[in-house]
Structure formats: structure tokens, C-alpha cells
């Protein structure tokens, strides 16, 4: 599939041209240099560039991608030949990517008021490697910039698209602090039991519990056993760092339940994309040791 796909796109050749947004000018080229520290006048100083020997201003040759960037929502055209064969990866479990080769050939100096387009080719598509980062496939595309029909400038630009290595949990998981006020929600997930605090004087139920009910300050509490279903209210995927004995990428979901209180705990099960507010989930328990039994979330169906 993977050599399929990269046959046809490299078969079809160089991609639709796609307009640079602005034409080369001087206030993006100042910017460009101030960050770089790039002091050459010939950029930015008219009289110094009409004086040199390109008998005015020029822009830096290194800036040829950056006339063409897509913003910071632009999105990839549908014939961008990097984009099809991404897709055709990540599809493969290939997910990861790093860049191996940058390399850039200059033709001309832009001069402000050129008016710049790229197309971009595959070249090449070799895999799958054995590398330090995981397996994987190397895939390479050529871009071409243009003035009118006239290139200006190339670029080879590699990347590496591998599968990153599954890490196995390392270390024990962390353990909650259990008080007085907490001891019976985990005597409750012991039991397979999902236990919320209950006010006995004026029947208001709260999670996380508390030594007061925070209605009517009685101190006289009990609990209701929850039904335990209710739906994802909001929810972080943790990438990073590494936690002790879990396996990254995990869903920590907060669920607000049938009796109207919010509660977190990992959603298991659940591939990380396919989660979202709304998603209706059902309690389930995940017992540790003797100790420790751990609310966790599933998908209900
Ligand atoms: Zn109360």
C-alpha cells in the first residue's frame, strides 16, 4: 500500500503551483534579518543595495520558503505530495516524524515586488529502515520556487516517518492520599463501588468529598452508591512526561455522572482520537494490589 501510493505520487510529478500570499517585500525581509541577525545592508538599505552588486535591494535566498508558508492555518493542498504520503503513513502506525536532510539551491536573488510560487515533487521513497528511533520510511520531496516560469530556487527536504517504539510502564502507579474524609470512596472501589458523598441533612451529593457539606455546613454525611454511567465533560490526553506505570499516550477524563457530580479518572480503552465532550462512558474498577482499587472510565456503548 505504502509503495503503492508512493509510485503514483511520485508518477504524477510536480504539484499544482501555489501562489505566495505577498509578493517579496522589505518589511518581511526586515523582520527575517532582525531575528537572524543578519546585519548585510544590501537587504534592508536602499542606498547601500543600489551601491553593491545587485544595484538594489535584494532578499536573502535563504527566505525562499518562507514567501510560501501556509500561516498558521493555512492547510496542505490536496496534491501536496508530502501531505498524501503523511496520510498514507500515518495510516501504516508510521506516526512519527523527524527531518534528516534539508538541502537548498539558490538560482537568484528575489528582488522586492517578484512574485513567488512553489510546486513540490516526491522523489523518493525508500523503507521500511531499522533505525535508532523505530522503523520507518524515508521520504523525500523536491520543491521548486518560481518567478513566472523561471525557477529561483530548490529545496531536498527528507523526512524520517517512523513508528515510535511502545514503551512498557515502568514503576509502580501513583497512590492517592486517602484521609478520613476519602476513606469510604475507597473502601467503595475495593467493592467495585463508586461512592459519593451525601449530605444526611439536606440530601445534597458532592464529589470530592469533604469534611462540611459546602451547602449547609452540617457535618453529618453518608453516601449514595453512584450508578456509575455519565458522559466526558472535558479531557487531556497526557503525551508527556512519563508517569509511573503508565504507558503514554493516556486519556484522564472528567465524567460528569447521572447524579450530577463531576468526577476524573483515567478513560481506558479508548483510542485518544476518538475521544470527545459528550462521549458516554461507564465506570470500571482496576484493582492494583489488596489496597488499591482505581476508578477508570470505558466507553459505553
Ligand atoms: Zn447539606
Known amino acids: 500500500m505504502i509503495r503503492e501510493v508512493a509510485d503514483e505520487v511520485i508518477a504524477r510529478g510536480e504539484s499544482s503551483r501555489r501562489a505566495a500570499p505577498d509578493p517579496v517585500n522589505v518589511p518581511m525581509v526586515r523582520h527575517w534579518v532582525e531575528a537572524l541577525g543578519d546585519s548585510n545592508p544590501v537587504y534592508t538599505d536602499p542606498v547601500a543595495a543600489a551601491e553593491s552588486v545587485h544595484g538594489g535591494l535584494v532578499a536573502p535566498p535563504a527566505m525562499a520558503q518562507v514567501w510560501t508558508m501556509f500561516g498558521l492555518r493555512g492547510t496542505r493542498p490536496a496534491d501536496d505530495p508530502l501531505g498524501a504520503m503523511v496520510s498514507v503513513l500515518d495510516e501504516a502506525g508510521f506516526t512519527s516524524v523527524v527531518a534528516t536532510n534539508c538541502e537548498q539551491t539558490y538560482h ?141 499516550p493516556f486519556v484522564v477524563a472528567l465524567v460528569e455522572l447521572a447524579e450530577g457530580v463531576r468526577l476524573l479518572a483515567e478513560l481506558i480503552d479508548a483510542d485518544s482520537a476518538d475521544v470527545r465532550v459528550g462521549l458516554p462512558v461507564r465506570v470500571d474498577f482496576q484493582r492494583i494490589d489488596d489496597e488499591l482499587t482505581l476508578p477508570v472510565w470505558r466507553v459505553r456503548s
Open 108 to 248: 537568484r536573488y528575489l528582488r522586492p515586488g517578484d512574485e513567488v510560487t512553489v510546486g513540490a515533487r516526491l522523489t523518493e521513497v525508500v523503507g521500511p529502515k531499522r533505525t535508532a528511533l523505530g522503523e520507518g520510511w524515508f521520504v523525500t520531496t523536491v520543491s521548486t520556487w518560481y518567478v513566472g516560469d523561471e525557477p529561483v530556487a530548490e529545496m531536498l527536504f527528507r523526512v524520517l516517518k517512523f513508528r515510535p517504539p511502545v514503551e512498557e510502564p515502568v514503576g509502580e502507579v501513583l497512590r492517592p492520599v486517602v484521609s478520613l474524609d476519602t476513606e469510604f470512596f475507597w473502601a467503595g472501589t475495593r467493592r467495585g463501588e463508586l461512592r459519593i458523598q451525601k449530605c444526611v441533612a439536606c440530601g445534597e451529593v458532592r464529589h470530592p468529598p469533604g469534611p462540611m457539606c459546602a451547602a449547609c455546613g452540617s457535618t453529618e454525611l453518608t453516601y449514595v452508591v453512584a450508578q456509575g454511567v455519565g458522559e466526558v465533560y472535558s479531557f487531556v490526553v497526557h503525551h508527556h512526561p512519563p508517569m509511573p506505570g503508565k504507558r503514554l
